[in-house]
């Protein structure tokens, strides 16, 4: 293939190119920057609110320190966004909320149960074999932060 061959395939592709990102513009429906930030905003606050809630709850009736306390709210915040994935609310709540749904706790349940949920038609034994092959990235790369986090604070703490 000669340089003209090249230079002409070229041009083809940048044209390509061009027409298939114009496309992409001309459907892309505009987003309000503004709007997407507030409802991420009031969201995730309202979530994070909850886990506020929860907590104090768990002091003032349970009697439970602080940091089981916080354990406790943090395992109802993951479970109750287990139950609203696999009932399908939760992603109506992402739809609107965007990050506001993904950057709390709930946002990693929801990211673990989505996709075991494809997997119902294979039974409770395909969901929760495919629900470990999942979680299995998830929890290799927090167990390993963990570690690194330990290292550090132990070599440069206090």
């Given at each position: 293939m ?33 709007r ?119 070599l440069?703490?206090?």
């Open positions: 000669d340089s003209f061959d090249q230079a002409q395939q070229k041009r083809q592709k940048n044209d390509r190119d061009k027409k298939y990102g114009q496309y992409v513009e001309q459907k892309t429906p505009p987003s309000d920057l503004l997407g930030c507030l409802r991420a905003f009031w969201v995730g606050g309202l979530i994070c609110t909850l886990g506020q809630g929860l907590i104090w709850l768990f002091e003032t009736y349970l009697q439970l320190e602080f940091v089981k306390a916080a354990g406790l709210a943090s395992i109802v915040l993951v479970v109750i966004a287990a139950i609203l994935t696999g009932l399908g609310v939760y992603d109506v709540i992402g739809k609107y909320a965007g990050a506001g749904s993904v950057v709390p706790i709930t946002g990693f349940s929801n990211s673990i149960v989505s996709p075991a949920m494809e997997f119902k038609r294979e039974g409770l034994i395909g969901i929760g074999a495919n629900l470990f092959k999942i979680a299995g990235p998830v929890l290799v790369n927090g167990i390993s932060a963990a570690i690194l986090y330990g290292i550090v604070f132990f440069f703490g206090r």
